[in-house]
């Protein structure tokens, strides 16, 4: 059975944030009814089946929605860059190494891009010291996890891998 009109205009006001008066308010008139009989209707009203399963759905519809929005988060674009990371560097494609170790940096706050003016360079980030902290901790587990035997590590200057032992 299909909602009416104003049940959907109630089940769209308590979506929108209304609390179940104020919802049944918008949806009917209520003008000369007292708040003890709104309140009781608003009650029954969201109590119906029908309404209660369109409430629930379009609830779950909005945090589908924010759900989605949130996939590409700092743990993500970490995690997804360090994977390149040790891809590079197995395929032994420096510069694409490079590259996602920047992309890293940038996405937690460590490297910024920065503006030269009278041979002055200031650097601004807008991390508070605590995320900051959380970034440099999340870069050093991902710096200890390509250092596990097996991940290649190069040294940036005579382009050669170094041994486990230091030598």
Do not use: C
């Amino acid at each position: 059975m299909a909602l009416t009109h104003k049940q959907n205009l109630f089940v769209q006001a308590i979506v929108d944030g209304h609390n179940h008066s104020d919802a049944y308010r918008l949806a009917y008139d209520a003008d000369n009814m007292t708040p003890g009989t709104i309140s009781t209707n608003a009650y029954q009203l969201l109590r119906h089946n029908q309404v209660a399963i369109k409430v629930q759905d379009k609830r779950r519809a909005i945090m589908d929605k924010v759900d989605s929005a949130r996939a590409w988060n700092l743990d993500r674009i970490v995690a997804e860059s360090a994977i390149n990371v040790a891809g590079a560097r197995d395929d032994k494609q420096w510069a694409a190494s490079n590259g996602a170790i920047t992309t890293i940096g940038k996405a937690v706050g460590v490297l910024v891009d920065r503006s030269e003016s009278t041979n002055e360079t200031r650097v601004v980030h807008e991390l508070d010291p605590g995320k900051l902290l959380e970034a440099l901790a999340a870069l050093e587990a991902i710096k200890a996890r390509l250092l596990l035997p097996g991940n290649a590590v190069v040294d940036a200057e005579s382009h050669t891998q170094p041994s486990l032992d230091g030598k």
